[in-house]
């Protein structure tokens, strides 16, 4: 079969994470053989859970994704200026589908996801400075939006980068996914984030899918 062209692997991504893609069979069960005994990994469109003790993700999880032949995204070209972890930003459904390697996927919505298994939303690590704080019932998009700035305004580029690098160091220097809800964007104040920063450090901040 030969190779998809760019424009082609892009289409398909977008397939994807605009939820066209499905499988007829909505739960597939493994039984992974490992150093300790039998464990049964659960695979759904969701995400996928094994009965073994480990916190999170396991290697039993990622044996039966791979028997499936499928693969996972990677960190995207664009990297974050001199020392600083490299930020994207995505929306909960997608990117806990995808489990992308290599990055940290960080909350910064008000809530969690209530379909997400409490112990993997308990793990995650959690930047309240991006969440938007007292404006969950501001209904006129401008106000939102200026308040909003304004909260980013009173911690500024230094202490954000400070705790950008703290959830990086802490999780091997690795790039930074910043989650909330909306699939698009521009709907979102991950948007109004990615704007701001690119205005104050001139820093681009993608959509990781």
Known sequence: ??????????????????????????????????????????????????????????????????????????????????????????????????????????????GKPRWLNPRVAAAMPYIEELAPAGLFHVEDDAEFDRRYRDRLDGFGVELLERRFAEVAQANGGRPLVLLCFERDRRDCHRGMFAQWWLEQTGEIVPEFG
């Open 1 to 110: 079969m030969p190779g998809l062209s760019d424009r082609s692997l892009a289409k398909a991504r977008r397939l994807l994470d605009d939820g066209g893609v499905r499988e007829v069979t909505p739960v597939r069960r493994f039984v992974v053989q490992g150093d300790h005994g039998s464990h049964t990994v659960t695979v759904t469109a969701d995400g996928a859970t094994c009965t073994c003790s480990t916190y999170g993700a396991c290697s039993h999880q990622e044996a039966a994704i791979l028997s499936m032949g499928a693969t996972r995204p990677s960190w995207p070209a664009a990297a974050g200026s001199g020392s600083r972890p490299r930020l994207s930003t995505w929306y909960f459904r997608a990117a806990l589908k995808a489990n992308p390697e290599g990055v940290v996927l960080i909350r910064i919505s008000l």
